[in-house]
Each structure stands twice: as structure tokens, then as C-alpha cells.
């Protein structure tokens, strides 16, 4: 028994090679055999469809012992999600600060407890025989960041120390990190590249970085192979699975509550920009594809630590042209109200995925932002308050 979820560690998976876990996701990331409209259909038809779960076969045979951290929060549930399709022994590993324990998938084993509960974190390893962790728990708020820098330290960098250390004590040598594109700032050039310039504008992007050079030493020292994908805006929904921040901080989800009548507009922060129609124009990924992403990075980690963008890969969207797609998707009015530039707001951010398309084979399935926002829409409809009640 571990926390005090109640959960009950079960015997570990077989272990096999990582590097099989490549292979799997070569099969993962080829073309989808699923068209878009049956996808969107699925959505729609929550109870009827079966979601396209890549290379399930492969990974059954292939399975890994992986604890995810955070993994009752937005991302992380989802990357959960798929560990658990893909047959891989997977621990979910929340002080449900942020999350909530209805997002962390069936089958998973769960617990709750802080980062920085080393007797849990190292009885959890230890239990599971953890081979690697995807390290999604932090704090992501920019705005708060800037007024609470200390949280930020504490929760991003000293619990994430805490973290590597008690992996360090068990043996468990691969961290797959959840960085963010916050760590680039305000970038000289679109889209950015893993090799530009690391100046970030605020102490979300700053503690990020930190982390990141705390796992190149712990590399180094003791042997902690990392890959950290770095990446903007994530958003759209699995069918049983979606955001549900309070307060909401996300463009997708504040538009679609404008729809749903939970907010009576959407505030529009600067309509000046050099854009195509004045405002800021950003990169949004599908919550599935992130998912796919970190999974897929724990293949190198036998090989190398590696840093990578994840975009969605085209020439990013507006936020009119958001707030456009999701009256078509909604059939209802979204009133804004336009406002001034937000301070440190650059006018385009938008990644290169480039580098982990090329070496592992990566690639969005969800690029259209109509399928994003159908998806994020589908599941606020099928999960009116998120997951309370
Ligand atoms: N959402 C995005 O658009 C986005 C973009 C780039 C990077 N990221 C990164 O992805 C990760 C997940 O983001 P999200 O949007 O799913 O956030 P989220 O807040 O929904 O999930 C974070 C989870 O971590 C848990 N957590 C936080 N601190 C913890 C601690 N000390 N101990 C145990 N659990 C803890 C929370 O309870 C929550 O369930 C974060 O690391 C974030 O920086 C997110």
C-alpha cells in the first residue's frame, strides 16, 4: 500500500529493452490510418469509438516501469493515459494540488504525496522497481510566477532537486522532463530553434532552465540521462480526458467557457501586433501528441540525453483565428472585448519540431486547430464540471 490513496502497488511488468519502445513508436508515429472526420465523429460519439492507441501490441511486450509526476494534472493524466494503452506499468505519482484524482487513468497506480516526501517518492520507486520517470509536475502560471518567484523556486527547482536526488539513491537513471518553450523568452527569430539563445522573461521560463542545467550535471555526476522537450501551448482533450485548470489560464479553454456562457467574453490583449490580423499568433499542440512525444523520448534515454522543441508545425494561429474556429465549432457567439498589449506578450512564438521529427520519427496527428478545438469542446460538453461531479 502506498500515500494514502488507498492504491495497492501490484508486481511489476516484465522489464524489456527500451530500446524496443523505438521500434513501438516507429509504428506509433506512422501515417494515421484514421481520417480526420472519423476522428471528429468519435467525439461526438464518445461511447461508440475506440481511440486509435498506436502500437499497442508492440508495447505490451515491450513494457516499462514508469512513474509520471503530475500525472493527475492536464498533461500528464494524458501521458498516463497512453503509458497504460501502450501496456507499460505505470505510476501516477500527484499531490493533487492542481490535479484531480478522477484524471488519473484506470489502471495506473496512484499516489498522492509531494515531491518533496522523500519516503514516499523512494518507497514508490522502489515498490514499482521504477525504470524511468516523466517528470510533468510543477507550477505553470507565468503571471504568478512574476508575483510569487519564491513558489516558484521551491516547487520547480527545489522539489525537482528533491526528485533527482531520491532518484539518484534508487538507481532510476532516466528522467524524461517537461521543460517549456518559456525557457526562449522573447525569441530573436521564428520558429525557434533547440539552439537559440535561453533568455527567458519570467521565473516560470527561469526555474524551467534551471532544471534543465541541474539535469546536465546530474548527467554528468551521476549518470541521470534526460530528454527535455520544450514546447508552448498544449490544448485539445482525449475523449476522457481534458483541461480543467482553476483558475483557467489557457486561450482554447477560456474561449470555449465564453461559449458554454461561463464567462461573459473573451479579453483580446493587444490587436497592434505586426500579425496578420493584429494579434499575437501562437503554436498549439494536441494534448495526444505531447503525450506521444515524452513517450517516445524515453526510447533514447539507453543512448543519450537529449533537448527538443515540440510544435505543431505549421505557421502557428492567431488569436482571432482561435476565437473564429471555435464559433464554427460551437455554432455560438464568443463577444471579446480588445484590450491592451500584455507586458513581455512577443507577437509570435512558435517552435521547430524539426530536430525531433528528424531523430525520432515524431510528428503531430492533430495539426488542424478544428480538430483541437473540437476535441477541447467535445469533452467540456461531455464534462460540464470537469472532473467534479
Ligand atoms: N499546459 C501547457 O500549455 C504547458 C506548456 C509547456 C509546458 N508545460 C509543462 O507541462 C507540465 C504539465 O502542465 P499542465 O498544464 O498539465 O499542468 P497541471 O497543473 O494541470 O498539472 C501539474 C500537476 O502536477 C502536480 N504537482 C505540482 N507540484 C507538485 C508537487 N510538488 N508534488 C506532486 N505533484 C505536484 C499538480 O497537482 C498537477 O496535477 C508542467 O511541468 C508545465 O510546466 C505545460
Given at each position: ?11 511489476n ?8 519502445i ?10 494515421c490510418?484514421?481520417g ?26 515491450n ?12 498533461i500528464?493524466s ?27 487513468v ?39 510566477s512574476?508575483a510569487?518567484?519564491?513558489?516558484y ?9 528533491a526528485?533527482l536526488d531520491v ?21 530573436r ?16 521560463g ?10 546536465r550535471?546530474y ?44 464567462r ?8 497592434d501586433?505586426?500579425t496578420?490580423d ?19 523520448a524515453?526510447?533514447i ?43 513581455g ?13 528528424t ?5 503531430p ?13 467535445a ?11
Amino acid at each position: 500500500m502506498l500515500g494514502d490513496s488507498g492504491s495497492v502497488i501490484t508486481p511489476n511488468a516484465p522489464r524489456a529493452g527500451t530500446k524496443n519502445i523505438a521500434c513501438a513508436y516507429r509504428i506509433a508515429t506512422a501515417p494515421c490510418r484514421f481520417g480526420a472526420r472519423a476522428i471528429i465523429a468519435a467525439f461526438f460519439n464518445p461511447e461508440t469509438y475506440v481511440w486509435p492507441s498506436p502500437g499497442v501490441g508492440h508495447a505490451l511486450q515491450n513494457s516499462m516501469r514508469v512513474l509520471v509526476t503530475g500525472g493527475a494534472g492536464y498533461i500528464g493524466s494524458v501521458v498516463a493515459e497512453q503509458l497504460v494503452k501502450d501496456g507499460h506499468d505505470t505510476l501516477v505519482y500527484d499531490n493533487l494540488g492542481k490535479g484531480h484524482r478522477g484524471a488519473v487513468v484506470e489502471g495506473a497506480k496512484f499516489v498522492e504525496a509531494d515531491l518533496t516526501d522523500g519516503e514516499a517518492l523512494r518507497r514508490a520507486f522502489v515498490e514499482q522497481g521504477t525504470e524511468a520517470v516523466i517528470h510533468m509536475a510543477a507550477d505553470s502560471i507565468v503571471g504568478e510566477s512574476v508575483a510569487n518567484p519564491s513558489k516558484y523556486y521551491r516547487n520547480n527547482v527545489v522539489a525537482g532537486l528533491a526528485l533527482l536526488d531520491v532518484m539518484n539513491k534508487c538507481g532510476v537513471r532516466r528522467c524524461v522532463f517537461s521543460s517549456t518553450a518559456a525557457v526562449y523568452g522573447e525569441p530573436r527569430r521564428q520558429p525557434v530553434e533547440e539552439t537559440d539563445p535561453t533568455r527567458p522573461t519570467n521565473p516560470y521560463g527561469e526555474t524551467k532552465l534551471a532544471f534543465e542545467h541541474a539535469l546536465r550535471w546530474y548527467e554528468c555526476a551521476y549518470g541521470i540521462r534526460y530528454a527535455s522537450l520544450r514546447y508552448f501551448n498544449a490544448a485539445g482533450a482525449t475523449p476522457d480526458r481534458g483541461e480543467a485548470h482553476d483558475p483557467e489560464s489557457h486561450l482554447i479553454p477560456i474561449v470555449l467557457q465564453a461559449a458554454a456562457g461561463k464567462r461573459t467574453h473573451v479579453e483580446i490583449h493587444g490587436a497592434d501586433y505586426p500579425t496578420r490580423d493584429g494579434t499575437c499568433v501562437r503554436d498549439y499542440i494536441h494534448v495526444a501528441d505531447l503525450a506521444r512525444a515524452h513517450i517516445l523520448a524515453l526510447s533514447i534515454l539507453d543512448q543519450r540525453s537529449a533537448i527538443y522543441n515540440l510544435g505543431c508545425g505549421g505557421d502557428g494561429y492567431t488569436v482571432r483565428e482561435v476565437i473564429g474556429v471555435a464559433r464554427e465549432v460551437t455554432g455560438r457567439d464568443i463577444a471579446t472585448h480588445t484590450g491592451p498589449r500584455r507586458p513581455g506578450d512577443p507577437a509570435v512564438l512558435i517552435a521547430s519540431s524539426a530536430k525531433i521529427r528528424t531523430e525520432l520519427g515524431w510528428s503531430p496527428q492533430f495539426q488542424d486547430l478544428r480538430l483541437i478545438v473540437e476535441s477541447a469542446w467535445a469533452w467540456m460538453q461531455a464534462h460540464p464540471y470537469g472532473y467534479g461531479k
